[in-house]
Nanobody
Framework: QVQLVESGGGLVQAGGSLRLTCVAS????????MGWFRQAPGKEREFVGA????????SYADSVKGRFTISRDNDKNTVYLQMNSLRPEDTAIYYC????????????????WGQGTQVTVSS
């Protein structure tokens, strides 16, 4: 079992930045590919980005490419999501998740999920 806890959400103006943190416990984070997803009110949970076990391979949704960056520190069992140039449409609950499967962009492949952290971007 892997327990994931997100933090770092909050209220920010459009154009601002936030860094989300996801801390894992229970098992070594380096065993898993890690992803970030988000869910806005009335919408399905969507893929934001993911990073491979080593952190050498990253993938991003087109909507965040060039603005968001995922990184990880396996020694600290922590994954980060740096969000820059935030837009009102980025408003959502952000979740981190862990998977041992190879297709890291598919929500259904993730076995472990955090409780989420709210990000609100005002215009």
């Amino acid at each position: 079992q892997v327990q994931l806890v997100e933090s770092g959400g909050g209220l920010v103006q459009a154009g601002g930045s936030l860094r989300l943190t996801c801390v894992a416990s229970g098992r070594t984070l380096s065993n898993y590919h890690m992803g970030w997803f988000r869910q806005a009110p009335g919408k399905e949970r969507e893929f934001v980005g993911a990073t491979s076990r080593s952190g050498f391979v990253n993938s991003y949704a087109d909507s965040v490419k060039g603005r968001f960056t995922i990184s990880r520190d396996n020694d600290k069992n922590t994954v980060y999501l740096q969000m820059n140039s935030l837009r009102p449409e980025d408003t959502a609950i952000y979740y981190c998740a862990a998977t041992s499967q190879l297709t890291i962009t598919a929500r259904k492949n993730y076995q472990y999920w955090g409780q989420g952290t709210q990000v609100t971007v005002s215009s």
